[in-house]
């Protein structure tokens, strides 16, 4: 019989007797989520970046985005397949080291400079933070009691944030602003010398961040992590035969909530700095619109902050609907507003997005039982949705930047949806109704 979890009491039962407090756990847990998301939003940086130095279009800068999101579709399965044989602990520190491995990759890309080379260091980094994703997500939601986890998932989701909201900063600095296209003014045209003396730039933070995640490998290597409880285990062939995932509802409409949901974030963190750099919004240079990158960030880490504590008192369902309304209405204004007024909008959009993904998440594995681990794979491969941010590239070339943003309107009315919908299925999680 399985001991206390590490969210339901001071101490968490492990193998061998050791015991470890629901602090350090969730400690650890949270240096997790803010790696992967820091990590994940240097490319918002990096992508105007990587536009001018090898001059992209629209379409080829978003491409970038999609080679990074498609791991999630192609390592999803292998991820969840490594974690039945080697367990969650091993899985956790196989993917901190593919991180690293891709993120070293990154000088080589550099150096020559090569698009190519520099898609598929990327695509090695989003492999191996697919794999912390598939591990670390569902292993948040049922190492505690089920009323909670969309509390407790919205609470390491902001340490995430937290790394969201830095990393601007930390790629203004050390890319944007030291770099020729980082630092001009928009539509700069540069020399062939200066695009390669851009290339280099990139060097140093990768180098930094590699290091980072090899610490962290070996300090979660020599850590106890809590055992799950049997109920989430999986289960054998015979019993597995008679349980069927698309029976729940609230699973089946929320992989493509997710899907969906990941083509308006990735969408609006992408094009931000191209599109607060436009004349008639912000006339800014890349360097000063990564700072508002920064705030845009910020709401998401305070949005979750908060989201964690609401979801306590109130379902998780209408904590979602409530803010899927609000970033219709802000994204209406960004796409159709001029000035600072749509800047703000853009900006804000953060703060309402901010819960979406965590609290879709655990709505989508509530109620599944022994199959919530399959279940949270294909929620995990749902934020491929990402890679589709080439179809608001592609719009931003036809129909113009600015109007690209009607389609991230137009994904936040689904998540309205699912909240007041598609949720419905499976045990409650949160507050009941």
């Known amino acids: 019989m399985p001991g206390p979890t590490a969210a339901s009491g001071t101490a968490s039962t492990v193998p061998g007797s050791v015991r470890v407090s629901s602090?350090?756990?969730?400690?650890?847990?949270?240096?997790l989520f803010f790696i992967w998301g820091?990590?994940?939003?240097?490319?918002?940086?990096l992508l105007p970046h990587l536009r001018s130095v090898f001059d992209l279009s629209y379409t080829q800068t978003t491409l970038i985005e999609s080679v990074w999101f498609a791991a999630y579709f192609i390592a999803s399965i292998p991820s969840a397949r490594l974690i039945e044989r080697v367990g969650y602990k091993r899985a956790i520190v196989t993917g901190l080291a593919i991180m690293a491995v891709g993120s070293l990759l990154m000088v080589p890309a550099a150096r020559l400079p090569s698009y190519g080379v520099t898609l598929f260091a990327l695509f090695v980094i989003a492999s191996g933070i697919t794999l912390l994703q598939v591990s670390a997500n569902p292993y948040v939601t049922v190492v505690g009691s089920p009323e909670t986890a969309s509390s407790r998932l919205n609470l390491v989701q902001a340490f995430n944030s937290l790394g969201t909201t830095l990393a601007p900063l930390f790629g203004a600095y050390l890319i944007l602003g030291r770099s020729n296209s980082g630092?001009?003014?928009a539509n700069t045209v540069l020399t062939q010398a200066?695009?390669?003396?851009?290339?280099?730039?990139?060097?140093?933070?990768?180098?930094?961040?590699?290091?980072?995640?090899?610490?962290?490998?070996?300090?979660?290597?020599?850590f106890p992590?809590?055992?799950?409880?049997?109920?989430t285990r999986r289960v054998s062939k015979e019993v597995r035969a008679t349980l069927s995932l698309w029976r729940h509802r609230n699973l089946v409409l929320g992989i493509p909530a997710i899907f969906i949901y990941l083509i308006a974030e990735i969408g609006v963190a992408n094009l931000f700095i191209n599109f607060v750099a436009l004349p008639e919004i912000g006339n800014l240079s890349h360097e000063q619109g990564a700072h508002y990158l920064f705030l845009m960030w910020?709401?998401?880490?305070?949005?979750?902050?908060?989201?964690?504590?609401?979801?306590?008192?109130?379902?998780?369902?209408h904590v979602l609907a409530m803010a899927s309304i609000g970033a219709f209405m802000v994204m209406l204004v960004a796409a159709l507003g001029t000035g600072q007024v749509a800047l703000w909008a853009l900006v804000s959009v953060g703060l309402f997005h901010s819960v979406m993904f965590p609290t879709i998440f655990t709505l989508g594995i509530r109620g599944l039982g022994?199959?919530?681990?399959?279940?949270?794979?294909?929620?995990?491969?749902?934020?491929a949705g990402g890679a589709l941010v080439i179809a608001q590239g592609w719009l931003a070339d036809t129909v113009g930047l600015q109007l690209s943003f009607l389609l991230t309107a137009a994904c936040e009315l689904y998540v309205l949806f699912y909240a007041v919908w598609g949720a419905r299925g499976g045990s409650h999680a949160g507050r009941p109704d």
Do not use: K
């Open 23 to 31: 602090f350090a756990v969730m400690s650890l847990l949270s240096s």
């Open 38 to 45: 820091f990590i994940t939003v240097i490319n918002n940086t």
């Open 183 to 185: 630092t001009a003014q």
């Open 194 to 222: 200066e695009r390669l003396a851009d290339a280099q730039a990139v060097q140093l933070p990768y180098l930094i961040v590699a290091g980072v995640l090899v610490l962290l490998a070996v300090a979660i290597a020599r």
């Open 225 to 231: 992590l809590p055992a799950l409880h049997a109920g």
């Open 298 to 317: 910020g709401g998401m880490m305070v949005g979750r902050f908060a989201g964690s504590v609401l979801m306590r008192r109130v379902a998780a369902q």
């Open 370 to 383: 022994p199959l919530t681990e399959e279940g949270a794979g294909l929620l995990i491969m749902a934020i």
